[in-house]
């Protein structure tokens, strides 16, 4: 497939159908109040946030294990860190970047579903899909330095530099302090007002909070106070270029590198990571 640019229309009408697909994962919403008569009228919602189109365009391409199911991928020191999933198979990884060689890897126990990777200080926290157990490794050597428990699902994991950002396939995303895990506050991610669920792997990228939103081609672009969904990021290109047999083989993981400012993507079952350029249209 080619790495260009689309054309204005054809980025346009995709960009249409991915507002259709995000109408299609919102949770259903009740319908607006209606004053009764000698009533006040209710005050109008706010307009909701603008979601503005952003083309991925490709600026290279990495080795990437294609047996690896990703759930959590973050930049640290020089290195990719991964978190692989499904019950047997689930792992922390340090991998380098250029060549995909697996540098390091420690396993979780063989009932446990890995899934959301983040980083603080240098600690990797990692989290599982449904037991409710978050691992703590060190970053250098991926030694296991203990483990807690959460309530709820799994799902991603990203530093904001004072929480731990967590989702769980809902509309809701939690602050968590690094240390105790507790819950700080709560945001509901909205697009033109309606919450989005199934949130999936986050990084956090100048300040905004980027999504893989489970089983679509697209990233979200999240305002940390609002929790409106104010980008769409068009992955087409990349899954149309992997061209999975496999339905489950889905975009999923992001990865910031703030010193050389690269974006890295990938998917489950990928043999591809992506550097990408993010570009308003």
Known sequence: MPSGRPSARRFRNRVAAMVLAIAATLVSGAPAP????????????????????????????????????????????????????????????????????LLARATLPASQFGEGLGLWGNTLVSLTWTTGIGHRWDAATLKHL?????????????????????????AVLRFRDPKSFAVRRELTVTANGRPVRNVNELEVIDGAIFANVWHRNYLIRIDPASGAVTGLVDLSTLVAEIGAADPEAVANGIAWDPVKRRLFVTGKLWPTVFEIALEAE
């Open 146 to 170: 203990g483990s807690f428990r959460y309530s709820g699902e799994g799902w991603g994991l990203a530093s904001d530099g004072q929480a731990l950002v967590q989702s769980d396939g809902s």
């Open 34 to 101: 209606v004053a009764a008569i000698g009533q006040t009228a209710p005050v109008p919602a706010p307009a909701p946030a603008p979601v503005y189109p952003i083309t991925a365009r490709i600026v290279a391409r990495y080795p990437h294990d294609p047996s690896a199911f990703t759930e959590g991928l973050l930049w640290h020191d020089g290195a990719l860190y991964e978190s692989i999933g499904l019950e047997g198979r689930s792992e922390v990884r340090r991998v380098r970047l250029e060549d995909g060689k």
